[in-house]
């Protein structure tokens, strides 16, 4: 059983589920759909990004573990860099024409280094408890009791939530005031679709709902 790759694949499932709905929640007018269209692209993009660095740093916390060294042991900083080649990959695939993007990284660092610890303990909790046969839903229950498991995503997608606004400072183009104007309404859409999608996705894992590896 390739339980990292269950890890990650769950990570992809969740993250790209709250981007979905997230969009879908926004009030779109004609400002955003005249002159925002092509933003879409950075978007897709963005998630794809973050997904990415999730797996990155999942299979460090993991390859951590299996060598018997403690979470708190754990590089963060070492892992903050790492994180950072994945930034340069998807801004170097953007071809968005009027765009600048200079990433500040002293504007975010602290947010997305309480991200990667508090992946990074979760996966530690997590692979401690998946013991022979049990399903990635038995390791969950097992780790954790459902409030503590739905508080415990409610914080990862709000950091989340929090360091996509502030990148979203980094961009310059001569649509700065839409952009800004777009970027608040995502954020509120993402602070307002999380609570569902947290209690939802622990639902079905502590749920009477069927439940899979």
Known sequence: MDRVGILCEKDSEMMHEFSRRSLHGMQRGSLFSATLSFFSSYLDGNIRKEVDKDRLI?????????????????DLEDIFEKTKTVDSAFLDSLTIPSFAI?????????IRIQRIWLIARTVYTILG??????????????????????AILLEILHL??????M???????????????YLESLFESMESVMQ???????????GDKPVHA
Do not use: H, Q
């Open 129 to 150: 408890r998946w013991t022979g046969s049990a399903t990635f839903c038995d390791a969950v229950r097992a780790a954790y009791p459902e409030e503590k498991f739905r």
């Open 160 to 165: 989340y939530n929090l360091e996509t606004r």
């Open 102 to 110: 200079t990433v500040r990284y002293s504007d975010f660092a602290d």
């Open 58 to 74: 999942i299979e460090e916390a993991a390859a951590a573990f299996a060598a018997g060294r403690p979470a708190c042991d754990l």
């Open 196 to 206: 569902e999608m947290a209690t939802g996705y622990a639902r079905t894992i502590y």
């Open 167 to 181: 990148l979203g400072d980094s961009i310059r183009s001569p649509f700065n005031r839409a952009i800004v104007t």
